[in-house]
């Protein structure tokens, strides 16, 4: 069972707009920082913004005033909001969250399954 499932990828003009979606699911007593992180062919998987469970963000210098990053504590659900999306951000985009699961004694770094977004020129 996976505990992250990403959804929202997709195929957008530059110029667009896409909004992905990231759901924790299990026993989850809590959650700390979670975040997004991409991967495009031939590169190494790099940090896009991460929110931590008190709402600060923080982003990668490449998308600052593009992509918003929220979560919704209630739903265990972290958000990015893409705009002005570029061929650049072209990638596979991966969740990551730090979940504590009833009965354990520490919490766990998780990564969900990926989700492609393409952005063509």
């Known amino acids: 069972q996976v505990p992250l499932v990403e959804s929202g990828g997709g195929l957008v003009q530059a110029g667009g707009s896409l909004r992905l979606s990231c759901a924790a699911s299990?026993?989850?007593?809590?959650?700390?920082?979670m975040g997004w992180y991409r991967q495009a062919p031939g590169k190494q998987r790099e940090l896009v913004a991460t929110?931590?469970?008190?709402?600060?963000?923080n982003y990668a210098d490449s998308v600052k005033g593009r992509f918003t990053i929220s979560r919704d504590n209630a739903k265990n659900t972290v958000y990015l909001q893409m705009n002005s999306l570029k061929p650049e951000d072209t990638a596979v985009y991966y969740c990551?969250?730090?979940?504590?699961?009833?009965?354990?004694?520490?919490?766990?770094?998780?990564w969900g399954q990926g989700t492609q977004v393409t952005v063509s020129s």
């Open positions: 929110i931590t469970s008190g709402g600060s963000t």
């Open positions: 990551n969250a730090d979940l504590l699961f009833l009965g354990r004694l520490q919490s766990s770094d998780y």
């Open positions: 299990g026993r989850i007593l809590s959650i700390n920082a």
